[in-house]
Structure formats: C-alpha cells, structure tokens
C-alpha cells in the first residue's frame, strides 16, 4: 500500500470519529457500570481482554512486518504503545474487581473492531512510512509529546489504582472515589488516558496517531461524561463541584 492510499483510510477513520462523537454522548455503551443485558453475555474480564489484545497483536505484527528503516525512535513508539496495550489488556484487566460481572457480546465485537483498525493503522504506519532521525530526541514536539504522554500515563494508572483500592475482598457495588485528581472530576483516569495519547500524536507528530487520539476523546470524553450523571444519580452526597473529565471545564 502507498501512503497516499494509506493516508485516505486514516482519514476516514477519523471522519467516522467525528460522526460517532455526537452519538456517544447520547447514547451509553452498556458495560461497565452501565451495563443492561442485551443479547449473549459474557465475563466481564475475558470480554476485556478480547477487546484490547487485537491492538496489541496487531501493532506488535504490522510493525515487525514493515519494511520502512528503523531508528531506535520507532521501537520508543512502539513500545510505548505495546506497554499501555499490556498493561490495558492484562495487568489491569486482572486485577479488577468483577467476580460475576458480565458484559454484552456486542460490546465485545464493537470494540473488537475499533481495536483491529487503530493497532493495524499504527503499527502499519510506524513498521512502513514513519521518519524519525535522531535529531528528533530534541524536536520540541517530541519532547512536549513524551512529556504530556507519561503524565498523562501517570495519571490513567493512579487514578484507576484508587478505583481497584475502593472495593474490599469480596465487595460489590460501587463507592465515591476521592483523592488525586478525583477532587476535581469523575473519571481522571479517562482523563489521564486522553492525555497521554494526544501526548502520543504530539511525539509521532503523524496522522495515524492523531486519529487515534481524536478517537481516544471522541470515545472517552462521552464515557466520562456517562459516569458523571451516573454518580450524581446514586449518590446524593457525591460532591457537586467535580466536573465529568476535564478540570474545570467539562
């Protein structure tokens, strides 16, 4: 594939985000603690771990396969990505806390789907038309991007730590979550993770990324959204002075 041809898939990728943005914040993907039973069901944590091991997979199998020049700047890329991806699919996958919970098929597939184009869009860039010399260690760009990625990668994990801790052995339900940047929004996790991934296309400095994180918002700034009014709803004492995602603004 030549790059124009590529080009032109990424942006309709991207298209497709900015159509289903509007839609998200609508209408509530029913998993998590919103989940409604809607067809097949399955365990909740093997529901995750397919939907998250084809960006993984396909990242890692794209950019070995490619056959553009490697620097040691596309495997910091690629790493950067497998290592969310491991973490997101297996690490903390595990360790949550849904003994008995479910999710819809359907969420499954969606997201599925989602994952098998970002990880082949990104690791289908990196592996064949990505450029990076070494004078891009000091490119501004790339050090604001890795900046902003690792603080943001901070912040996603920290906060879903705190999440994990808020359940004792053998607990269900949900609690109100405080500390960090929880005493300012509902869901800084989500937050972290449009961070770091805007971080990302800051540091690649590519259209492939850029997608992925205009995807990363279209999808989680909805989702945190979500959780906010779901809060406000079950909890009459949940603090009225967060926010959804973004401090101080949304």
């Not at 890692?60 to 997101?88: C, D, M, P, Q, W």
């Not at 053998?170 to 937050?191: D, Q, R």
Request: with cysteine.
């Amino acid at each position: 594939m030549i790059q124009e041809d590529f080009n032109i898939i990424v942006y309709i990728w991207i298209g497709l985000a900015i159509i289903v943005f509007p839609v998200a914040l609508l209408i509530t993907a029913p998993y998590g603690r919103h989940t409604k039973r809607i067809g097949k069901m399955i365990p909740n944590k093997l529901g995750w771990i397919l939907m998250e091991i084809p960006s993984l997979a396909l990242c890692i199998y794209f950019f070995v396969n490619g056959t553009a020049e490697k620097t040691f700047l596309h495997y910091i890329f690629v790493s950067l990505f497998v290592l969310h991806y491991l973490n997101r699919t297996f690490i903390w996958s595990l360790r949550t806390k849904t003994k008995g919970k479910q999710m819809p098929l359907i969420i499954t597939f969606s997201g599925i789907f989602f994952n098998l184009i970002n990880g082949s869009i990104i690791g289908y860039y990196l592996g064949n038309f990505a450029v990076y010399e070494a004078s891009w260690l000091y490119d501004p760009r790339f050090i604001t991007g890795i900046t902003l990625f690792f603080i943001g990668a901070y912040i996603n994990i920290s906060s879903d730590n705190k999440l994990l801790k808020l359940r004792e052995p053998g607990e269900t339900g949900y609690k109100i979550p405080y500390g960090g940047l929880f005493k300012y929004v509902s869901a800084p996790n989500l937050f972290g993770e449009i961070i770091e991934w805007t971080g990302y296309a800051i540091a690649t400095w590519s259209l492939p990324t850029a997608s992925f994180a205009i995807w990363t918002f279209a999808n989680l700034l909805p989702r945190g959204t979500a959780h906010h009014k779901w809060y406000l709803r079950n909890f009459k004492d949940y603090p009225r002075k967060r926010k959804a995602i973004i401090p101080k603004i949304w």
